[in-house]
C-alpha cells in the first residue's frame, strides 16, 4: 500500500495541522504526532510550515533532515518563502531548500507556489500540485431570499481568519472609513483572532478604527459551529492578502456558499481559473469601488447555485494517492 503514514505535527486549531488530519482522514493513513513513534525505513508524509516544526527556521531544516535520513519522507509545503516575509526571507528559503533537498518528494497547493519553490529553492526532484480541497459546509447552500436581505442589512464588509499584517485587515478599514466618507452606513467586523504573537497588531487596528469612526465588530476565534452562519451573516467578504500563499480562509468563504472580493494576484487569478464564477478580483485602487459594487448588488455576495467547487475532499485525496503511487513505483523501479 502506498498511503504514508502521516506525522502531524502543530496544534490542532493550526491550519496546516488540520489541514493534515483533513488529507490523512480521506487517504485512510495511519497519524502519528511524535517523530519518535515512526519506524526506520517506513513512508512518511509531512504538511508543513516551518514553525509547525520549530520555532526556529535552522532548526525546523535539521530536524527535517534527520527525519528524512530516518524514513522515505515527503512533503506538503505551506506558506513558501516569499518576498512579503521580509527580514526572515532569504532564511526561509534556505530552510525550504534544505527540505526539499532531503525529502523524497514535495508538493505544494498552487502553480505559482511551485513555480515560487523551483525558482528560489533548486529542487532536486520535480514537485506537484494539489489545490487545498473546497468542503462544501452543511447550511453552506444557494442563499434564501431572506438570508441575502439580513446579510446586507448587516452591512458589514468582513475580513476572516487569523489577523496579522499582510491579511488586509488595515485595507479593509481604510476602504470602509471612505464608502462612511462618502455617506454608506457600512461597518467593519473581523471574524477571527489575532495570530499567535500578533495581539498588538490587532490592538493597533482597533485603534485605526476608532481614529477613522469606523464601527469595528471583533469576534474572537469562531468556534467550528457557529462559521457558517458567521460568513453567511456579513454583507461583503474580503479576502485581501498581500502575500500569495494559498489561502484557507478563501476556501472557508466558498464553502459557506459566499462569492468573496479577492485581492489581485498570482493566486486570486489561479483560483479564478480553477473554479470559474468563485471570486471577484480587485486591485488596491479598486477595493472602494468594488465594496460599493457588491453593496448596491448583495446577490452578487453569494454563488450562484450550482457552482462546481471542485477539487474538493474526494479530488484531492486520489491527486495525493496518485502521487505516492508514482513515487512507490519509481522506488520499485
Request: proline fraction near 7%.
Amino acid at each position: 500500500m502506498s498511503v504514508p503514514t502521516h506525522l502531524v505535527l502543530g496544534g490542532p486549531d493550526h491550519g496546516v495541522a488540520r489541514c493534515a488530519r483533513d488529507v490523512a482522514g480521506r487517504v485512510g493513513a495511519r497519524v502519528v504526532t511524535d517523530a519518535a513513534d515512526l519506524r526506520p525505513g517506513e513512508r512518511v508524509h509531512l504538511h508543513l510550515t516551518d514553525r509547525v516544526v520549530a520555532d526556529d527556521l535552522d532548526t525546523a531544516a535539521r530536524e527535517v533532515e534527520a527525519l528524512a535520513a530516518r524514513v522515505r519522507l515527503t512533503v506538503t509545503l505551506h506558506d513558501v518563502p516569499q518576498p512579503t516575509d521580509g527580514r526572515a526571507f532569504d532564511r526561509r528559503v534556505d530552510c525550504y531548500r534544505r527540505v526539499v533537498a532531503a525529502a523524497g518528494g514535495w508538493a505544494t497547493n498552487s502553480e505559482h507556489e511551485r513555480a515560487g519553490v523551483e525558482e528560489r529553492c533548486a529542487p532536486p526532484t520535480a514537485g506537484v500540485v494539489v489545490p487545498l480541497p473546497v468542503v462544501p459546509a452543511p447550511g453552506g447552500g444557494a442563499p434564501t431570499a431572506a438570508e441575502v436581505a439580513t446579510a446586507a442589512a448587516d452591512a458589514a464588509v468582513a475580513v476572516f481568519g487569523f489577523v496579522y499584517p499582510g491579511k488586509g485587515h488595515a485595507e479593509a478599514l481604510e476602504a470602509v472609513a471612505a464608502l462612511r466618507a462618502g455617506g454608506r452606513e457600512v461597518t467593519a467586523a473581523f471574524l477571527g483572532a489575532p495570530a499567535p504573537g500578533h495581539a498588538q497588531d490587532l490592538d493597533a487596528l482597533v485603534r485605526r478604527a476608532a481614529d477613522l469612526g469606523v464601527p469595528l465588530r471583533v469576534t474572537g476565534a469562531v468556534p467550528d459551529d457557529e462559521l457558517v452562519a458567521a460568513l453567511r451573516g456579513v454583507a461583503v467578504a474580503v479576502v485581501g492578502h498581500r502575500n500569495v500563499s494559498a489561502s484557507g480562509s478563501l476556501n472557508s468563504w466558498l464553502a459557506a456558499g459566499r462569492r468573496p472580493l479577492v485581492r489581485d494576484g498570482a493566486y486570486a487569478r489561479e483560483m479564478a481559473g480553477l473554479r470559474p464564477g468563485t471570486v471577484v478580483t480587485y486591485r488596491d485602487d479598486d477595493l472602494v469601488p468594488a465594496l460599493a459594487a457588491a453593496l448596491d448588488d448583495p446577490a452578487a455576495t453569494w454563488l450562484a447555485p450550482g457552482t462546481d467547487l471542485r477539487p474538493g475532499p474526494d479530488e484531492v485525496a486520489a491527486a495525493y494517492r496518485a502521487w505516492w503511487d508514482r513515487l512507490a513505483e519509481d522506488d520499485v523501479a
